[in-house]
């Protein structure tokens, strides 16, 4: 990813995100939703508008809460439609909402999401795309594979002398604890 290192620093939108976001651990489950969720409306997209709409998805989405997620129907559907703050996508709302349901099983099968990830973990990338495929919805191997990225469960975000890694390192991130072969 050694471009974003060289583009990012200093955009008013890219520079914020990899500097304090891309490839830090997370394991918050409404920063984890909205991170699936951003990546699913990037899908065909730049990340730069996901990023200019990032503040207003967040508002639209009710900040991501699961259990308000899941239980949006058709009214909440038919808003999200009409918001130009977000992306009005009907197949990646519905996708969005039907992840929520599923992240609810989760919780009950794993204790949630952070906690599903790291019993899972680690895993090639092939492996995650299909674990993901098998979990979730509108899920191909780019989406899994930049979910993944950004929040520290597959190497790759940063350079190793781009000072963001270095911070990035001293957190241990998942994929900074196994044998570096398994990413392979």
Avoid at 148 to 158: A, E, N, Q, V, W
């Amino acid at each position: 990813m050694s471009g974003y290192c060289d583009s990012a620093p200093g955009h008013p939108l890219h520079g914020p995100y990899h500097d304090n976001h891309y490839g830090f651990p997370l394991t918050d489950e409404a920063g984890l939703f909205e991170r699936l969720s951003l990546e699913i409306f990037q899908a065909g997209l730049s990340w730069e508008i996901i990023l200019k709409k990032q503040p207003t998805t967040a508002l639209a989405f009710d900040g991501f809460v699961v259990d308000q997620v899941a239980g949006y129907r058709a009214r909440q559907i038919a808003r999200l439609l009409k918001d130009p703050g977000i992306i009005r996508n009907r197949r990646k709302i519905e996708a969005i909402i039907e992840n929520a349901k599923r992240l609810k099983a989760i919780r009950d099968s794993h204790g949630g999401f952070a906690a599903w990830l790291a019993h899972h973990h680690p895993r090639a990338k092939d492996d995650w795309v299909k674990l993901f495929r098998a979990t979730f919805v509108f899920v191909g191997g780019e989406v899994v594979n930049e979910f993944l990225m950004s929040i520290g469960y597959l190497p790759g975000t940063h350079r190793e002398d781009c000072p963001v890694f270095k911070r990035i390192a001293r957190l241990r991130p998942p994929w900074t604890q196994v044998d570096p072969k398994i990413y392979r």
